[in-house]
Every structure is written in C-alpha cells, then in structure tokens.
C-alpha cells in the first residue's frame, strides 16, 4: 500500500487504490478524478476549494470540520473521534492540535485521518503536535509533518513513531511555507521504522 501514496506537496496526498483519496489538495497541477476528499482544517494551505475542483465530480464525497464547511458543497462534517463510511472506506478522524504553541488549539476540534485500506491503515496527522492521543492510534503507514513551528519537529515525530508502532512513516509539511527536505531527512535518522521520503508527484 505504500507504494500506492503519492505526496503532492506540503501536506497534500492522493492515494490510488480502488478509489482515489485526496488529502488536503493543494495547488494541484492536474491529476484524476478523486472520489474521495479528506479536509484536515480551514487554513488556506490544507483547504482549498479552486484545488478541490479541480478534481471533484458530482459523485465526489468531501469531508471535512465543521469550520470548513458552507464554502464547498455537499460536504459530510467530522468532529475528532467521529468514524465513519466514506466511498466504501472506514474512515476515523483524529485529533490533530498544538500543545505547546498557539496555531491550532484543541478546542478548535481540527482533524487528522486514520483509513482503512485493504486491512490496512493509513495515518495522516494533520496539523499537530506529538499529542498523547497518538498512543491509542493503530495504524501501519503514518504521515507525519515534521517541520517544527505550526507542527512537530523532526525530533518530535519520532517520538510520535514510537507511540503509533507504525511499519512505515512518510515526512510531510515542509518545502513550501514553512521547513525543508533537511527536516525530512532529520526525520529519516531519528525515527525507529522505515521512512520513505518522497519526491513530490
């Protein structure tokens, strides 16, 4: 299934299986249709509606906070802990939010995603911190930002992997807005499972 992930960028993933996931699109230059679209928050660099139809259709299910929603419709609204069934898939949204800085409290109830492919189960953290909620979450490939500042650093990440037990990690939010590919591969040394860096599609 690792194989089957593709990083667009930032925070940005699609996902190609029987369907086809986007995860917080972001400055798409082209790419299939989605038939599912996962929404981690509202900030402009995790929800943009032009990216979204780009590769939406009438059939296209968007999920996503409350905080996004009345900007694109339909869209289905989560809150964290909230599982649900989404174009076949079992689909969990997590809690994503700071601890020690001020760029997304938890109150704002902003979401990461936990689905279930093929008995599998891919983590996209969101926006956040090394939260202690990571202890409860299962899961076999884990994307997680490591850039420091608005999210984890790459020192905290790797401690996150220790409480997922995940097989697989995949570095996320840095080349653009904040971090770099040196914060990647920081990551890369620091943490105890295979991390794949890689090359944005």
């Given at each position: 299934m690792i194989d089957n992930i593709k990083w667009l960028g930032h925070a940005?993933?699609?996902?190609?299986?029987?369907?086809?996931?986007?995860?917080?699109?972001?400055?798409?230059?082209?790419?299939?249709?989605?038939?599912?679209?996962?929404?981690?928050h509202e900030h402009f660099d995790h929800f943009s509606p032009n990216d979204i139809e780009k590769v939406r259709t009438d059939d296209t299910i968007i999920v996503g906070p409350k905080t996004c929603a009345g900007t694109i419709q339909p869209m289905r609204t989560?809150?964290?802990?909230?599982?649900?069934?989404?174009?076949?898939?079992?689909?969990?949204?997590?809690?994503?939010?700071?601890?020690?800085?001020?760029f997304h409290p938890r109150s704002d109830d902003r979401v990461g995603y936990l689905i279930e492919i093929d008995n599998q189960n891919i983590y996209h953290a969101g926006d956040t911190d090394h939260i202690p909620e990571m202890k409860n979450i299962k899961c076999d490939i884990a994307l997680l930002p490591v850039s420091g500042k608005y999210v984890m650093t790459p020192e905290?990440?790797?401690?996150?992997?220790?409480?997922?037990?995940?097989?697989?990690?995949?570095?996320?939010?840095?080349?653009?807005?904040?971090?770099?590919?040196?914060?990647?591969?920081?990551?890369?040394?620091?943490?105890?499972?295979?991390?794949?860096?890689?090359?944005?599609?």
């Open positions: 940005s993933f699609r996902i190609e299986h029987n369907v086809i996931i986007y995860i917080d699109p972001w400055k798409l230059s082209s790419g299939p249709a989605a038939d599912l679209i996962l929404i981690t989560v809150k964290q802990l909230d599982v649900i069934s989404a174009a076949g898939l079992r689909v969990e949204a997590t809690p994503a939010y700071n601890i020690n800085k001020p905290e990440a790797a401690r996150a992997v220790d409480d997922l037990r995940c097989r697989y990690a995949i570095p996320m939010h840095y080349g653009d807005i904040v971090g770099s590919e040196e914060n990647a591969r920081r990551f890369k040394e620091l943490a105890d499972c295979e991390v794949r860096i890689l090359e944005k599609s």
